[in-house]
């Protein structure tokens, strides 16, 4: 063998894999930057789930008397009564103790098919097992004993559920999690042969020639992927149900025999199978068109495959929300693509029927298939799309213009990659270190330094890429003072959206300010929270990020830009107003031609935030009086007029814009 013939291949290869950069993104930078956020998502849905949870107060029906113990417990969230016309998710009976006179027994009787009773159990399991520690050491003490004598308080735990009930609610807890997983791998794989595969061999264009339609060649295909995910799905729900029913018998019979019997402890009613079959074909039919439209932007079956794996792990995230403490079915969830599956059949399979929600999760799923029917359309009626190019973009039609761009979407999407999957796996690392000198540490070396460095090594001219002409000083003024009209609106929209259901925001963030202030001073605070960002972020999103989208029409990449930047910071309740900051920035500098501008309306917006914070901790104003005056209407009013005439000032800009 020609050992230096086998090297050339080998260096030639690598170099072909290096070049193509929607692969090199696809394999690498999209699973560094998606298994971090992955993760910080699900944390940040679990945290928020909790806070929910612990802001709630809970009835708990109280039988018997016994007050020497009800006293005991202190806990806010626990209120008690003995009225049993009042809605209780679980109830304490005292009785007599046959092992203490003084102490008596203890029944709790809970439902474990409900989340919330279960979360009520363990807040008084925890305060009873308080109590009976506090009075086995005092038993104890008077007796002259160890402590691990004796447990004075004798307490059962009966379920008033049966076990029929048992059985569904953790049938529904699991197999809608895995149907919905199955059904992406099964609807994928054949999804890459029919689209990808077809494109790539050269069939798919012999079957555009024939007398068949755009819509009917859409349909068909997507028939054909439904079918095979849905009785993959349906096959699922067989096995697995036949499964578990089996495994529950023999727990039941607590034996090892191989007797195998079909009791119904883990299936649904026969009522609740029509809705289930209903449910799963509507699902299967969605997430088929979603893969439809992400294979057939594919050349080649290996990057249709790259492009599912994403989707598989994204699937991961409405499965491991819908099993979280407290999540419940509800008219907000009914509307989320994933999670309503999830979450309706788990209320079908305890034979709950809530026509409201199964009406918006028909409605929302028949949007969402009507969507992504016509982007698959879109994709293959696109001339650029049979050029080897344009892809998503050719099917959302985000081009309005041949633009001569600096940096290309796919430089402008690795870049941007890069930089979130190091500053996710780094950049925390560094704060976590230390957060004063990690964060501009972080920003500056991620989001300035290594596309420097990429521009450095493929232009020459940074001027126009990263839009550093001088800005108008006239706007300018305008501009900031409509930073406070901003903050007033995103703030009204984060209570509109607290009061529909959305998350609502966690004192986190503002945690960390406030031990920058107090570490390192107020002047220090600025620099590192409101400089650093405003200009290392600016630089990646406005900057790289706005020029790769430059060919497109405004309002699809202002949308994208605010998106991404809202995305960005990995915060849930924050992403709204932060995407609408986002593209705030993006208007000004499409519009303008100018980063600086956006620099400025950024390091103000911080500014505000850290010195709103400051003044507070040092109890210079009310917090409370502060976002009484900002939620007041007619602030509200005088911010959305002032944001309108700024809006014109942009709109009216005469210097050179992007979409000149």
Known sequence: MNWKLIQLIYIKELREFVRDTRTLMLMIFIPAFLYPGLLLVTAQMRSVQENKLQSQTYTV??????????????????TFTKDEEVPSLLSIEFSKNELSEELPKVAISYDSTNSQSLYVLDLVQDELEKINRQLRKENL???????????????DFIKTNSEKQEGRFLAGKILPGLILIMLTVAAGLMAQEITAGERESGTLETLLCTPAKYAEIVTGKLFTVTTIGFFSGLLNVIFMGITFSNIGYLLAKNTTGTEMVLPDTFLPDFVSIPLILAVLVASALTLSALIVFITSSASTRQEASHYLSPLLVLMLLPVMFSTQPGVESSWQFSLVPGLNFCLIMQDLFLGKYYWDQLCLFFISNFIFLAFFVRMTINLLQSESYWNKGGGISAAFKLKDKQANQQIIPEEGAMIFLTCAALFLLLGTRLQTWNVAW?????QFLIFVFIPLYYLK??????????????GSPKLAIILAFSVPAIIVLAQALKRALTAAGFPSEGDEASQVVVDIVQSNGVINALLIVALTPAICEEFLFRGILLNASKGWKTFSAIALNGLLFGALHMSIANMPA????????????????S?????????INNSLAV????????????EEKFMAIIEHPLCMGVAFVYLCFAMFSIKNCKRESFDA
Do not use: C
């Open 611 to 622: 010195l709103l914070i400051y003044y507070s901790t040092e109890k210079m104003i009310s």
């Open 438 to 442: 990690g964060l501009p540490l972080s």
């Open 595 to 603: 980063i600086f501008h956006s620099v400025l309306v950024h390091f």
């Open 61 to 78: 029906l109280v039988k018997g008397d016994d007050r020497q113990i009800l006293e005991k417990i202190d806990n806010e969230n626990l």
């Open 578 to 593: 932060l995407s609408l900051m986002g593209a705030y920035m993006a208007y000004i500098v499409w519009k303008s031609g």
């Open 141 to 155: 003490e008077k007796m002259g004993l160890e402590e691990s004598f004796l447990r004075p308080l004798q307490i």
């Open 457 to 470: 090594k493929t232009r020459t001219k940074f001027i126009d890429i990263l839009s550093l002409r001088p």
